[in-house]
């Protein structure tokens, strides 16, 4: 062969280091298992594999890509998933009513860029009236659970969520 599936396995996660790979090889030595490990393979397999246990291997390693997919990283500490809308610090989720969770939603869709009093308004309170004054303390609100740095405040204009990862 002109090269092996470690090699052509270092090609693919240079091209899109997110594909996943699962490889099958007859090689179980320590040193390739640890060269696979080093080129990115999600699953070694050593062969003789029975059809079903590849099968649930593809299975698992398919939903693991997918459930990561659906996580957004937002700042340090804080991710967001987008299946289950649910805003997560440190690995905790953080309970939010349904207009809070429609803000952050929309300041994390729109990550780190000004989201204006305005946008908000007609996302949060759809239909409704509300004040400026009305805006900020819901917005204290918001920080006193999820954190007061993770908002930010443009006065006078907006709010945003600034995109820092460390």
């Known amino acids: 062969p002109i090269s092996d599936g470690l090699d052509m396995t ?7 280091k997110d594909t996943p790979v699962i490889v099958l090889s007859a090689h179980s030595e320590k040193e390739t ?6 080129v990115g393979v999600d699953k070694y397999l050593i062969k003789p594999i029975m059809a079903d246990d590849l ?5 698992n390693v398919a939903k693991s890509k ?17 299946i289950k809308r649910v805003l997560i610090r ?19 869709k729109r990550l780190g860029t ?21 805006i900020r ?5 918001v920080r006193d659970k999820v954190g007061n740095n993770f908002i930010k405040n443009v006065p006078g204009l907006g709010y ?6 460390s």
């Open 66 to 82: 997918i459930e990561t997919a659906n996580i957004i990283q937002v700042a340090n500490g804080y991710s967001f998933n987008k």
């Open 114 to 134: 000004l989201v204006l009093h305005d946008e908000i308004k007609s996302v949060v309170w759809v239909g409704e009236s509300v004040t400026e004054a009305a």
């Open 55 to 59: 099968l649930k291997t593809i299975e």
């Open 10 to 16: 270092r090609y693919i996660k240079e091209i899109s």
């Open 137 to 141: 303390t819901f917005v204290k609100r």
């Open 160 to 165: 945003k969520i600034d995109r820092r990862l």
């Open 33 to 38: 298992l640890l060269k696979a490990i080093d």
């Open 90 to 108: 440190d690995g905790v989720e953080i309970s939010l009513t349904k207009k809070e969770l429609a803000f952050i939603s929309l300041l994390i």
